[in-house]
């Protein structure tokens, strides 16, 4: 377990230094442009932009992971419209995270809920001294307290395991990513109108093209890696030594099986938060590879086994 | 020269592992004094709702008064083996104090209009999540009791701990006599049994 720990920190810095060179390198690209196109007279040597253009990119991404560390919580728990949960309407599940958070000898995290019908619940925080859990309204309706008590653990073991550090800083990062490409179309438009020429408008285009398929095929999948669908059955398995109780997280994946809304509020950066994929529900063996968690059924499978090894 | 050397690295790298590993203890020994305390919290928190749930039982079942008697003993002799800080007299204690409180809740359970009462809804969630917490606090202390009785056992630990003031923790039982019994189930309704 704490080797699993150590590597979702070391993955942690692996992909926040990766984030920072593909920064890097977009600094470079637009500073090669500005050189090359607009304001440099005929003659200079090309390129001489190219380390400003590095060093403010330097100087976002530093921005990027300081804010990622301030207030990524809060920025994921707003996006998604949760609320702090209020202790006279939820007495039975902040008991039960606090409780849970004993049995870990953690600090206990903040509670959140989303008002949305679909049952599902997700963790985040940097560290479990700040960290968070949020569950949709919809899950405290369906389940009752062992199977709402099974999904916690398995939450609190996202957190206790340092997944939710690991997620946070790749989603906040594609989510700063996304906001990169964004200025970079705005650039375009606002170029256009101060009549500079096609051929620029085109490269800015391109290149906020480029940016946002990097996000799609490149940290799209590195999400996905990050919390892995092994990582998925861990945080099952750890919840279950959390809380004894196999039972109640088995009967809580089975309901999940049966719902079929989808979410509307979490977004691709979140999705692999969730117990439950939100987005894809439950698909073909085709589209297993493309997904953040492993098939309900397989997981539903795998607890049994546990629960049959524990009864022994 | 060289020999000199050799052997102040060698003296150094001694105290060096040494210091690491009595700090290791250290960090240990407090890590068991601090699930300790959490579970100390709990406990108190049981002996300070008990009054409260007697107090409304009583209201609707006034001539239950056995019952009564015995929740009152049991939490009396549960705070008294309290002072003592030794789990196996706390365990006795708070295990017998248990089983009365579940005879008084089981009491209620014949008296609707109390059921349906508010404040006693109330109550009994908050003593649930007492014992909830309560049973995890326990096994939280029960592992890092048994990380650090490990680790004062170990070799070469186990040449310096004793002398060193680094005696060996006790477990925290939940019931002396019979164990693993599934407590929490029988005061939550909304809990189906195992299943």
């Avoid at chain 1, 984030?19 to 090359?36: K, N, P, Q, R």
């Avoid at chain 1, 990169?180 to 051929?199: D, E, I, Q, Y």
């Avoid at chain 2, 008084?104 to 917490?133: H, I, M």
Wanted: net charge neutral; glycine share 6%; charged share 20%.
């Amino acid at each position: 377990m704490y080797e699993q720990i150590a590597r979702n920190k070391r993955r942690t810095v692996l992909y926040t230094a990766l984030f920072v060179l593909l920064w890097l390198a977009v600094g470079a690209a637009v500073g090669d442009l500005v050189s090359a196109y607009s304001t440099a007279p005929q003659g200079s040597p090309a390129g001489h932009d190219v380390p400003a253009g590095i060093a403010v990119a330097a100087g976002l991404a530093v921005v990027a992971v300081l804010f990622t560390v301030q207030s990524g919580t809060g920025l994921v728990l707003r996006v998604a419209g949760a609320r702090l949960a209020d202790p006279r309407r939820y007495p039975q599940l902040l008991h039960l995270v606090e409780a849970l958070a004993l049995g870990d000898g953690l600090p206990t995290p903040a509670v959140y809920v989303v008002d949305d019908p679909s049952p599902n619940a997700f963790a985040v925080g940097v560290s479990p001294a700040h960290a968070a859990v949020t569950v949709t309204s919809g899950l405290l309706a369906m389940m009752d307290r062992e199977e709402l008590e099974g999904v916690l653990a398995h939450e609190l073991s996202h957190i206790k395991n340092y997944d939710t550090r690991l997620l946070l800083f790749v989603s906040t990062l594609i989510g700063m990513a996304g906001l990169l490409a964004g200025m970079l179309w705005r650039t375009a438009f606002f170029t256009r109108s101060r009549g500079r020429s096609g051929a620029q408008l085109t490269l800015i285009v391109i290149a906020a093209g480029t940016l946002l398929a990097l996000i799609g095929f490149v940290l799209g999948p590195i999400i996905r890696l990050a919390l892995s669908r092994r990582r998925e059955s861990l945080a099952d398995a750890s919840g279950v030594e959390l809380c004894r109780n196999p039972e109640g997280l088995i009967s809580a994946l089975r309901k999940l099986q049966a719902n079929d809304r989808p979410l509307a509020r979490l977004n691709q950066a979140t999705a692999a938060m969730c117990i439950d994929d939100p987005l894809r529900h439950h698909a073909g063996s085709l589209r297993r590879l493309f997904d953040t968690h492993p098939p309900l059924a397989d997981r539903i499978a795998a607890l049994e086994r546990m629960a049959r090894g524990l009864s022994v | 020269m060289l020999a000199i050397v050799i052997v102040i690295i060698v003296v150094l790298l001694v105290v060096l592992t040494a210091a690491v590993g009595f700090n290791a203890l250290v960090r240990q020994r407090n890590r068991t004094r601090e699930a300790w305390s959490q579970i100390d919290v709990e406990l108190k928190r049981r002996h300070d709702l008990i009054p409260n749930l007697v107090h409304t039982v009583k209201g609707y079942a006034a001539h239950e008064s056995g019952t009564f008697q015995a929740v009152t003993a049991a939490r009396a002799a549960a705070i008294t083996a309290g002072a003592s800080a030794d789990p196996a007299a706390v365990a006795g204690a708070e295990h017998t104090l248990t089983r009365t409180v579940h005879s008084l809740l089981a009491v209620a359970e014949n008296y609707p209009a109390l059921r349906a009462q508010e404040g006693f809804l109330a109550l009994q969630e908050q003593l649930t999540a007492t014992e909830d917490k309560l049973e995890y606090a326990r096994r939280y202390y029960n592992a890092s009791v048994r990380d650090y009785n490990t680790a004062i056992e170990s070799f070469p630990a186990r040449l310096a701990a004793a002398p060193l003031g680094f005696q060996p923790g006790v477990f925290f039982q939940s019931d002396p006599s019979e164990r693993d019994a599934p407590v929490v189930d029988f005061i939550a309704p909304t809990r189906p049994l195992a299943g």
